[in-house]
Nanobody, 114 residues
Framework: QVQFVESGGGLVQPGGSLSLSCAASGRRFSIYNKGWYRQAPGKERELVASETTLGSTKYADSVKGRFTISRDSAKNRMYLQMNNLKPEDTAVYYC????????WGQGTQVTVSS
């Protein structure tokens, strides 16, 4: 399994930006598709952005055009750049494979509020 540690969350005003980072350790991270997920209070965890091993990306409709997923395979890291944040983006954000084969990390809290 891969172990994940997410960071970079925080409190931001609507319209602001945050950059999340995910450090992965364990088996070779680069050979699996990757994803960023989020879970808002009272809701199920959802996939918001994913990237295949060939570099193709896909986004949930709710974040399309605002979020960008990227990776640095040499460093076993992946990132999520979030722009024009909205209150409905408030959630705990997690990284994992896509589909999520490994255990979940602790996540990083993102709160969008004025």
């Amino acid at each position: 399994q891969v172990q994940f540690v997410e960071s970079g969350g925080g409190l931001v005003q609507p319209g602001g930006s945050l950059s999340l980072s995910c450090a992965a350790s364990g088996r070779r991270f680069s050979i699996y598709n990757k994803g960023w997920y989020r879970q808002a209070p009272g809701k199920e965890r959802e996939l918001v952005a994913s990237e295949t091993t060939l570099g193709s990306t896909k986004y949930a409709d709710s974040v399309k055009g605002r979020f960008t997923i990227s990776r640095d395979s040499a460093k076993n890291r992946m990132y999520l750049q979030m722009n024009n944040l909205k209150p409905e983006d408030t959630a705990v954000y997690y990284c994992n494979e896509d589909p999520p084969w490994s255990s979940w990390g602790q996540g990083t809290q993102v709160t969008v509020s004025s």
